[in-house]
């Protein structure tokens, strides 16, 4: 959301509803998320009372707004793309009877790189199934377009659409009256002073400079003031948010000297390369810019925001930019230049949910700068949220949840904060590494690794080896972008050498960043055998691999579970399901009155996944206990040790499809066994490998993950791992599961290969591709990878089929993808493909589908 200091007052609409003494829900914040919330609330029959300190749409973001919605083609996040489409109809239909201010201006993107032309292309094979885009010849038609644009370096260019220019308080003023038509309560001039909670930390009242209001849900929508409101009951006096205010400066000038030519809905210009976006109206000019060097964190004094002057020499930059695309901006009146500031996360993407520290507290903020952009489907998704105890989408990438507290840690948010900011309008699918706010979270052997060559990636504040190469001293051990690459990516060939270790002799993958908890208690059997589908009443000792469902038969969470007793055990998790999962359980165990134990051990553990043929030769000649296949056969759990270490947990599952254990060490002997496992390495021509080799091995062998293939809409059926569920128990999610493999699904996973394709010179694929059936678009890439045993690219993707997906339908045909303009011809199968195995073992039982 493109943010500006308007010149005049905002007329203040007269909302002044009496408090009552109790309603179902109160929103704090009257800005157009804040507005839109109630708006949803009401309309579905609830009470709702809205507060707000100042003036509804008159303080914050939405009064400083310049009113530009981005279209839902930009969004990677099927979440924040359905909720921006939700918006810009819930807007339009609005403007259509209120008669603000709404102009389908569009968005003209413009490139001068190779790299931004891909991304254009990209953009274009979107559009040509969701709609809102179309083709420019940047050597003819930009003129018609932008008659005053700077064309003489333009490579690519596309003009999407369905972004708007609105007036947003108009908007906000207009939604909190709808929201008051339908019944909601609105008070201007009254701030919250405290959230009270009593018996499990549960929401019970709001206290207000006007009084007390009862209600058993509190919806914290107030900007950058999110998570500033009291909390006395929690150990910080507050929820914690992973959100932080970042300053930008924005300029508001006079119409273009040739104004007379121009009109109303006049394209919003984006320079990818310069990164500056342009509207020139009839009746002004904004530039904005987004350069990460004229960006900054806010700074607090007694615990309040600090104004902070405008600064004309970090904005240079971008002013000449502005000027380089259009010439004629050089020889405007000076304009005003203005400060803002908006909430960004650590990630860029945006907050929605109920916060793991308070029931009943739910959070809408930390927009990135696109607060207009999603605000009225957030208050969709949150309101059903709130009423059907659920989301209606899936919203794990924008789950509040995702976050733990170490990541609202203001020094942390500081110094990440203004990168993000950066990206603003930068393409959401770019796969950005960041580069600030780095060695956060970092395991006890990250210097041993950083010596022996690994750059790392960075995922929830953990650093992780993402690939291992020779290193001069002054090469950064930081990963920059890794995906959409034209013809190989830099890491390409050092993974392929990574691989065949993996495949062919051993390989050594730091696996620390994975979630872990210890479950234990007299109840833990019957809380797990009802949290996951597998069957995990197995013998101790055993490795089970499961998924927990909703009651929808969604993923909450993919993980293995191992026992360690009788009432004890120990489960891996993906790394962004941390706090997610812990809650998860602990929600249930308390619905069940379950007595049970649930300990994150996350921080505890350094996790080396030992993998390949000669992984078992390897254990051997570490260990004194057994590892042969008879007593130490796969998807089993010992205790071992490993020369003076004990209480190491090996597993044997390599999570990629490869004979191997991985080796839970306890971080104190972490080092030490570390070195063991390199030195006694030698003689097998140990190496190390990365995360991406981790991704090439598992994408091949067809090996989804939670997060970047299946979610809470994806059940084991679809994703054709049904043989792990244990129909012959009671279940989360076992009713719906049933009903599907009675009347067939509608969605499938297939393994993709791709024909043609040549990885030295082609677009990858980086997920989001639409794959085609005779020409008919009937699905899309959910990850991808080269794969070097298969000699080719290969994909995981979802296909859809209203009528029911059967095997004849994905054999037959003829099949194609599109990648940035280009179509491949592609090989779909619903099973994994059978590999040669340089291990002895043929292990069949990794075969992720049966």
């Not at 890794?482 to 691989?499: C, L, M, T």
């Not at 234990?520 to 949290?531: I, K, N, R, T």
Request: proline share 4%; aromatic share 8%; net charge negative.
């Amino acid at each position: 959301m493109i943010m500006i200091r308007f010149s005049f007052s905002i007329p203040k609409r007269g909302f002044s509803s009496r408090l009552s003494a109790s309603t179902d829900v109160v929103v704090c914040g009257g800005g157009i998320a804040g507005s839109s919330i109630a708006y949803h609330l009401a309309r579905r029959g609830k009470r709702v009372c809205l507060i707000e300190k100042h003036s509804i749409g008159g303080a914050g973001a939405t009064s400083k707004c310049g009113g530009l919605v981005s279209s839902p083609l930009i969004w990677d996040d099927p979440a924040c793309e359905y909720m921006a489409r939700k918006s810009i109809n819930l807007y339009e239909s609005l403007a259509d009877i209120k008669g603000f201010e709404y102009i389908k201006s569009g968005r003209l993107w413009v490139t001068t790189t190779e790299r931004g032309q891909s991304s254009i292309e990209r953009l274009i094979s979107k559009g040509k199934v969701i709609g809102g885009i179309e083709k420019v010849d940047h050597t003819t038609d930009l003129t018609s377009l932008m008659p005053v644009l700077n064309t003489k370096d333009i490579k690519a260019t596309v003009f999407s659409t369905e972004d708007v220019c609105l007036d947003a308080v108009a908007l906000c003023q207009e939604l909190a009256a709808e929201a008051s038509l339908s019944g909601a309560r609105i008070s201007e001039g009254i701030s919250v002073t405290e959230v009270l909670l009593g018996h499990d930390r549960q929401v019970y009242a709001v206290d207000t400079t006007e009084g007390l209001i009862e209600t058993s849900v509190f919806v914290d929508v107030s900007g950058i003031w999110s998570g500033h409101i009291s909390v006395k009951n929690l150990p910080h006096g507050r929820v914690q948010l992973a959100s932080f205010p970042s300053i930008y400066q924005n300029l508001l000038c006079p119409r273009l000297p040739s104004a007379s030519i121009l009109c109303n809905d006049q394209p919003i210009v984006y320079d990818m390369d310069r990164n500056v976006v342009i509207h020139a109206g009839s009746n002004r000019t904004l530039i904005a810019g987004f350069n990460e060097e004229s960006m900054r964190a806010a700074s607090k004094k007694d615990d309040k925001w600090m104004e902070t002057r405008h600064d004309w020499d970090l904005f240079h930059g971008s002013l000449g930019d502005a000027i380089a695309r259009i010439p004629m901006i050089g020889s405007m009146k000076v304009g005003e230049l203005s400060i803002s500031l908006e909430a960004y996360t650590p990630d860029g993407a945006c907050t929605i949910g109920e916060s793991s520290q308070a029931k009943g507290y739910f959070v809408a903020g930390g927009f990135c700068g696109q607060g207009l952009s999603l605000a009225g489907g957030v208050g969709e998704v949150l309101s059903d949220w709130i009423i059907d105890g659920r989301p209606s989408i899936d919203v794990s990438r924008i789950d509040v949840a995702r976050f733990l507290e170490l990541h609202a840690n203001q020094q942390y948010l500081s110094e990440r904060i203004p990168e993000v900011a950066s990206l603003t309008y930068r393409n959401t699918k770019s796969g950005h590494q960041f580069h600030s706010a780095r060695n956060l979270r970092m395991s006890p052997i990250y210097h041993q690794l950083k010596a022996a060559g690994a750059i790392f990636g960075e995922t929830m504040g953990y650093e992780r080896p993402l690939w291992f190469e020779s290193k001069g001293p002054e090469k950064s051990v930081y990963s920059a972008s890794e995906r959409g690459h034209i013809g190989k990516a830099p890491w390409f060939n050092h993974v392929e050498k990574e691989y065949a270790a993996c495949r062919e002799r051993v390989g050594l993958i730091d696996m620390s960043s994975f979630t872990k908890f210890e479950i234990s208690g007299p109840d833990a059997v019957s809380l797990l055998q009802y949290l996951c589908s597998a069957d995990i009443d197995r013998p101790i000792g055993t490795t089970v691999f499961t998924g927990m469902q909703n009651e929808s038969g969604g993923y909450v969470s993919d993980c293995t579970l191992s026992r360690l007793g009788d009432e004890s055990f120990f489960m891996v998790a993906p790394t962004i399901q941390q706090d997610r999962v812990f809650n998860w359980m602990n929600k249930w165990a308390h619905r069940r009155n379950s007595k049970v134990h649930i300990q994150d051990v996350t921080a505890a553990y350094t996790a080396l996944d030992v993998v390949g043929p000669l992984s078992r030769h390897l254990l051997s000649d570490l260990t004194d206990e057994s590892v042969s296949p008879t007593c130490f056969p796969s998807f089993r759990c010992k205790e071992i040790n490993i020369g003076m270490a004990t209480g190491i947990r090996a597993i044997s599952v390599s999570h990629c499809g490869e004979l191997g254990w991985v080796l839970y060490i306890p971080n104190e002997q972490a080092q030490n066994v570390y070195e063991r496992i390199v030195e006694a390495g030698r003689e097998y021509s140990l190496q190390h490998a990365g995360y991406y080799t981790l991704r090439h091995l598992r994408i091949e062998k067809f090996y989804v993950y939670w997060g970047q293939d299946i979610d809470a809409t994806v059940t084991p059926v679809e994703c054709g791992r049904s043989f792990r569920v244990h129909l012959q128990k009671d279940f989360i999610g076992k009713e719906a599961i049933e009903r599907q493999m009675e009347s067939g699904i509608y969605k499938r996973f297939v393994h993709v290969m791709m024909d043609d394709f040549d990885p030295n010179r082609d677009p990858s694929p980086i997920g989001g591709e639409f794959i085609y059936k005779d020409g008919v678009m009937v699905g899309h890439v959910t990850s991808s990878a080269y794969g070097f045993t298969l000699g080719a690219q290969v994909c995981i993707a979802v296909i859809h089929k209203a009528d029911g997906i059967s095997m004849p339908f994905l054999s037959q045909g003829k099949w194609h993808i599109e990648i940035a303009g280009r179509k491949y011809g592609v090989r779909i199968s619903p099973h994994s493909p059978s590999l040669p195995m340089e291990s002895s073992e043929q292990p069949n039982h990794y075969r992720p589908t049966q």
